[in-house]
């Protein structure tokens, strides 16, 4: 990679980083695998990344979706051991914010990959349907079909008390 090349990914990451970490935390519900999914798709787009001419972030976006999930294939074929039971939520004590956090981060990792992505990207990082299905490589019809199965999960997921504030 040329010197000009070098210094226009290292600006992408600088800029761009903190975008994708809320992407890939969104997808994986967890922030060190997030930094690792970032990490990696950060790594492969710098080998290509004087190839990539338009959309960079898209690019990047693609490779997050693509290897998160991979690495849900390969954990669906060796799942993991549970080390130990979760704690209760919390009351409301004054933490009804963080709950309500820990409700939707826990009902969107019950999604399926596709579907966490498509909700991800279409409601969290605020894409048309038509630039989700871009990123994702897939049709408009897809994202459309997929986010209406995600929300309707999501509502049965979601206790009635905190889905009727997002009405």
Same mark, same amino acid.
């Given at each position: 990679m040329d010197a000009r090349a070098e210094q226009e990914f290292t600006q992408f990451v600088a800029? @761009?980083?903190p975008a994708l970490l809320r992407v890939a935390h969104a997808l994986t519900g967890d922030q060190h695998a997030a930094e690792d999914l970032v990490q990696g798709a950060l790594a492969k787009a710098m080998l290509r990344w004087p190839h990539i001419h338009d959309h960079p972030e898209a690019y990047v976006r693609r490779i997050l979706y693509h290897?998160?999930?991979s690495g849900?294939?390969?954990?669906r074929r060796r799942p993991e051991t549970p080390m130990a039971e979760l704690p209760e939520l919390p009351g409301s004590d004054g933490t009804d914010e963080a709950h309500t956090r820990m409700l939707l981060r826990n009902a969107l990792l019950e999604l399926p990959p596709?579907? @966490?992505?498509?909700i +991800?990207?279409?409601?969290?990082?605020?894409?048309?349907?038509?630039e989700v299905a871009e990123i994702l490589g897939?049709?408009?019809?897809? +994202?459309?079909?997929?986010a209406s199965?995600?929300?309707?999960?999501?509502? @049965?997921? +979601?206790?009635?008390?905190?889905t009727e504030a997002w009405r």
């Open positions: 800029d @761009r980083t290897d998160h999930i849900w294939r390969q954990r596709r579907q @966490r992505a498509v +991800v990207l279409r409601y969290l990082d605020d894409h048309s349907e038509r897939c049709r408009e019809g897809t +994202v459309a079909s997929q199965r995600a929300l309707a999960k999501l509502r @049965r997921l +979601v206790p009635a008390q905190w």
